[in-house]
């Protein structure tokens, strides 16, 4: 069974820093790419990050570039994604989801992923 579990949330002021990661079980890990995703109620979930099988190549939505930072390590079957400079706008639930690829392939839409974790909220405050 896979499962991918997501932690690192929290509530943190604007301007701050968060650490999230996704620890992924049940899959091989390095056959997958890894994405980053976020959900605030009342709207649709969004892309934020994505990182390719062997951690080359990564992909980011425009609001977040030069602020979030997608790796993993496949020895740990972990993804992380380094957010700073946080801002009230960031606050959300995020999703960590799983897309079989090939290996220089990287998709950024959601109806690739395959796997789901169960989201980490993280909330910005002004």
């Known amino acids: 069974q896979v499962q991918l579990a997501e932690s690192g949330g929290g509530l943190v002021q604007a301007g701050g820093s968060l650490r999230l990661s996704c620890v992924a079980s049940?899959?091989?890990?390095?056959?997958?790419?890894m994405g980053w995703f976020r959900q605030v109620p009342g709207k649709e979930r969004e892309f934020v990050a994505a990182v390719s099988r062997n951690g080359r190549i990564t992909r980011y939505a425009d609001s977040v570039k030069g602020r979030f930072t997608v790796s993993r390590n496949n020895d740990r079957k972990t993804v992380f994604m380094q957010m700073n400079n946080l801002k009230p706008e960031d606050t959300a639930l995020y999703y960590c989801?799983?897309?079989?690829?090939?290996?220089?392939?990287?998709?950024?839409?959601?109806?690739?992923?395959?796997?789901w974790g169960p989201g980490t909220q993280v909330t910005v405050s002004p």
């Open positions: 989801a799983a897309d079989r690829t090939i290996l220089s392939d990287l998709r950024i839409s959601q109806d690739e992923f395959e796997y």
């Open positions: 049940g899959l091989t890990f390095s056959y997958y790419s």
